[in-house]
């Protein structure tokens, strides 16, 4: 305000006048944003979580799924193994499986079976054992830290029910870490050999390939080659690490649109505060304001002081509401490190938006009682009690 001169200090002054009106007033608008800072701040941080294990765990030059994820035909894998340019394909099959733990819990989960040569097509790291180990028949990897919480070791046997009543006494040979597990889409940590899927649950359908080009194969080429390999099967779409990342981008942006639409209610509520207050303000303020224009102050500059007034009101809630979706957002990424919130981002762009826009709402909020203000008669507005 002081960027105005002895309009912007008065608007200053009369933002701070009642300061329990204009408290309230800005609470309000706070709160709101207090909401969307926070969305905002878990959303990018959900994206560069993701991000980070994608360039961490995904080794695959492509994956092949379904669109909408679910199993799709064995021929498909067929089709892509024989395709021109294609140097290795690894099969992955999820699958519910209900493991009985040692410290006597029974849990139902979803576990993976992959095919040979995972480490080709996987940047999987391990706490203990191996690939090789973990996709021996007879055998399964589990995530560290959750063998741990429930007394797993390596060398463990696990009894594990699959589909159909298939039971097997699985040996642990692997132990891997929690992001590794998650960003490869084995959120739990249990994965085993497609050799020992099989052998109990012999009738399953493919969940997803995992696609490296041959030597010498250039990638654009190749997946030219398979696109149109598979055109018989429209549900399934080839998907690099980008298409990835996008694919997850564009899912947290509808959520947050979804969170934003409803939010913007608490918004024009918090905006009709505003209006409110600044029509309060300007009829207390009616003999004032007939002083001032006696003592020379224009229409012009009245309007903008009332402008900035708005302005000072709607951008000091939108700081503190900002502020405290930051702190919001810090803790909420905190408290889900575990469950593969790894990375903390601040959405500086949308901060900076919603700073601004704060700014345009406040002179928007204002245009009704400034102009009321401007249409006063100045000796009426003297000679009012």
């Not at 959750?146 to 040996?171: M, N």
């Not at 493919?206 to 390999?229: I, K």
């Not at 207390?284 to 000072?312: F, N």
């Not at 919001?328 to 700073?355: H, K, N």
Request: hydrophobic share 50%; charged share 15%; aromatic share 6%.
């Amino acid at each position: 305000p002081a960027l105005f001169g002895p309009v912007g200090r008065m608007s200053q002054r009369n933002a701070l006048r009642n300061p329990r009106r204009t408290g309230a007033t800005a609470a309000a608008l706070m709160v709101g944003l207090a909401l969307v800072g926070g969305m905002s701040v878990a959303s990018a941080s959900m994206s560069a979580s993701f991000d980070r294990q994608i360039d961490r765990t995904l080794g695959a030059d492509f994956v092949v799924q379904s669109a909408d994820f679910t199993p799709f035909t064995r021929r498909i894998a067929d089709r892509v193994t024989t395709t021109g340019g294609v140097g290795l394909v690894v099969r992955q099959r999820l699958t519910p499986v209900a493991v009985r733990l040692p410290d006597g819990r029974r849990v139902v989960t979803t576990a993976a079976g992959y095919g040979p040569r995972l480490d080709d097509v996987a940047h999987l790291t391990y706490a203990r054992g191996g690939s090789a180990a973990a996709l021996a028949p007879g055998h399964l990897a589990l995530d560290a830290g959750y063998a741990e919480d429930h007394g797993v070791r390596l060398g463990s046997v696990l009894p594990v029910e699959f589909p159909g009543g298939g039971r097997a006494e699985l040996t642990v040979a692997a132990l891997t870490d929690q992001e590794s597990a998650e960003g490869f889409g084995t959120q739990g940590g249990i994965f085993f050999g497609l050799s020992t899927l099989e052998r109990y649950v012999p009738d399953g359908q493919d969940s997803a390939l995992y696609v490296n080009a041959a030597p010498g194969t250039r990638a654009d080429g190749l997946r030219t080659r398979l696109e149109r390999a598979l055109t018989a099967y429209p549900q399934v779409q080839v998907r690099d690490q980008a298409d990835y990342k996008e694919l997850v981008h564009d899912q947290i942006a509808v959520l947050l649109y979804l969170v934003y639409a409803l939010l913007g209610l608490a918004i024009v509520i918090a905006v009709l505060g505003v209006v409110n207050t600044l029509a309060l303000s300007v009829v207390e303020r009616t003999r004032e304001i007939g002083l001032l224009r006696a003592i020379g102050l224009g229409r012009r500059q009245l309007r903008r002081m009332i402008r900035l007034e708005s302005v000072v009101i709607a951008v000091f809630g939108a700081v503190l509401g900002l502020a405290l979706g930051l702190v919001w957002g810090v803790c909420m990424q905190q408290v889900l490190e575990l469950r593969g919130l790894t990375a903390f981002a601040v959405p500086w762009g949308t901060i900076v938006v919603v700073v601004l826009g704060s700014a345009v709402v406040g002179v928007v909020a204002a245009l009704l009682p400034a102009l009321r203000a401007s249409r006063m008669n100045v000796l009426a507005a003297i000679a009012h009690e």
